[in-house]
């Protein structure tokens, strides 16, 4: 039986097509949530925090709309958050929907897990790397 490439989820009652994350993308995200618990989930201009607030927002929308299969929905989220009728925190759920329909095997959500794909993928590019300057 072939991947699915794509999977639907609903939010907003909005039937929405969604693409798996890679490795790299969850990656990020679990540094996203270590960042959060570090530094805050509100974003105030007046704080020393706030260019890595904004920085970091920034990197989780990119990523988010990495993850929708049509560009024609992120457009529409990003439409609903410069109308005012939706708070970007109100797309984190969206987020958890997306890891959920897309958990499986191949995803880890354990500690161990994510570190036994770490060290696979690490040394996946180990081994991949051409030799420099023509050295064996």
Partial sequence: MAEQ?????????????????????VAVLVRMGFW???????????SPQFAKQLSALNRLMTLIAALFAKQ????????????GTMDPKEVLPLLVAIL??????????????RRTAAKKTTAKRVQQLPPVDGRT
Avoid: C, H, L
């Fill in 72 to 83: 024609e929905d992120w457009d529409w989220i990003e439409d609903q958050m410069a109308e």
């Fill in 36 to 46: 959060r618990r570090n530094y805050g989930e509100e974003i105030d201009p007046s």
């Fill in 100 to 113: 959920r329909v897309w958990n499986d095997e191949e995803m880890p959500t354990n500690r161990a897990g």
């Fill in 5 to 25: 490439t794509t999977r639907p989820i609903e939010f907003a009652d909005r039937i929405i097509e969604t693409v798996k994350p890679n490795e790299g993308q």
